[in-house]
């Protein structure tokens, strides 16, 4: 097995590696660094001697591999390439170092723990810590409830992956734990445990009663009721463009993320407008999610301003907005891509030079990975 290339996906910390050797349809290998390897195809073995290599996932025709934070992919490519048998022809961007003060991206991955629609605990890793945080005791007493027809309630519980977040673990977990007990109120667990002790199946999203998001609702003093009328209101049109709009002027981080989020599901360069203002935000997370909506809505008019996110002060939002130029960009992009080879952040100098090989060699721009997946999923379909 060769590598062909290598591509970038949507966390920093993954990258896909395309392979000359194709899976057949419906299989797939994943392994884990403290797996017992001894009976793995012998390609995975080599891989895993790569100091770094976390996980590896393949299917079909690639590679999705994962990588230890504390272990940078200028480390780990050149030896990934050799137990490969490629040849590493591939010069790196140059460049000084990261400072040690910002030693990584502070992305924080998000788990749920959900007992038939009932939210638990709250867990976040960064890294290689854990953290966990309790919900108030009305969640405990709603699970308990709920778990009079069950017959093992420790087997059913269940963790839910949710979006990642950016910054320090202890304000996001406080952050996800403050959204959870505004949209669950009292009226909502009543209903999933009712329906838990029913013969239906619970999940989050029945106990849900959406309502139209109004100005008023966006005026209310408590951040907490703001959020609730957002979480509510039904997927969002142009028609909601305007207050959506009001929502990211708000002075609570989580309305304004959210805002964010419903904005990239409104598919209208209508909402352009309204991401790049999101892209201008305070925090990071909110201007990250921005730049994972414009990647998802795949609009081209939004290549300067990503351009322009290649100076952002910070590395994550810098990493999106060369990770965008690689998927949309083309050659009015090219003088701020060389730039970015200087950039003290090994992934992005990686990012900016596989937007600046494919945008040089003429290669057409393929789109987000989201994107490629969903056309070949309707592909697919349509056969």
Do not use: H
Request: charged share 35%; with cysteine.
């Amino acid at each position: 097995m060769k590598i062909i290339s290598i591509e970038p996906t949507p966390s920093p910390y993954s990258m896909k590696i395309n392979v000359d050797k194709t899976l057949p349809d419906m299989q797939t290998e994943t392994f884990k660094r403290d797996d017992d390897l001894s009976s793995a195809p012998e390609y995975v073995r080599q891989l895993f001697k790569v100091e770094g290599v976390k996980e590896l996932y393949r299917v079909i025709d690639f590679i999705a591999l994962e990588r230890d934070p504390k272990v940078e992919w200028e480390a780990i490519l050149p030896s990934v390439k050799e137990a490969l048998g490629a040849t590493d022809n591939d010069q790196e961007a140059s460049g000084t170092q990261p400072q040690p003060e910002d030693e990584d991206f502070g992305e924080v991955k998000i788990s749920i723990q959900m007992f038939r629609g009932i939210p638990m605990q709250v867990k976040l890793e960064e890294n290689e810590d854990e953290k966990r945080f309790g919900l108030s005791q009305r969640f405990t007493d709603a699970a308990m409830q709920a778990s009079k027809e069950s017959t093992n309630m420790l087997m059913e519980r269940k963790w839910v992956e949710q979006d990642p977040r950016y910054g320090d673990p202890n304000e996001v977990g406080q952050d996800i734990v403050d959204e959870i007990e505004a949209t669950y109120d009292e009226k909502r667990l009543n209903t999933l445990v009712k329906l838990a002790t029913s013969d239906q199946q619970a999940d989050a999203s029945q106990a849900k009663v959406l309502e139209p998001l109004t100005e008023d609702k966006l005026q209310q003093d408590d951040w907490k009721a703001r959020y609730a009328a957002l979480d509510r209101m039904p997927d969002p049109t142009i028609d909601d463009l305007p207050l959506l709009g009001q929502a990211l002027d708000d002075p609570k981080m989580s309305i304004r993320r959210l805002a964010t989020a419903y904005l990239g599901m409104v598919e209208d360069r209508q909402t352009l407008s309204y991401l790049y203002k999101a892209l201008e935000d305070k925090t990071v997370t909110v201007r990250r999610t921005a730049g994972d909506c414009l990647s998802d809505l795949g609009f081209t008019e939004a290549i300067p301003i990503m351009i322009e996110g290649l100076e952002d002060k910070s590395r994550i939002i810098r990493w999106r907005a060369a990770m965008f130029l690689y998927e949309y960009g083309d050659e009015t992009a090219i003088p701020a891509l060389e730039k970015a080879l200087e950039d003290p952040e090994f992934e992005v100098r990686m990012q900016a030079k596989m937007a600046l090989s494919r945008i040089q060699e003429g290669e057409a721009a393929q789109g987000s990975i989201w994107k490629q997946m969903t056309e070949m999923t309707k592909m697919k379909k349509d056969q």
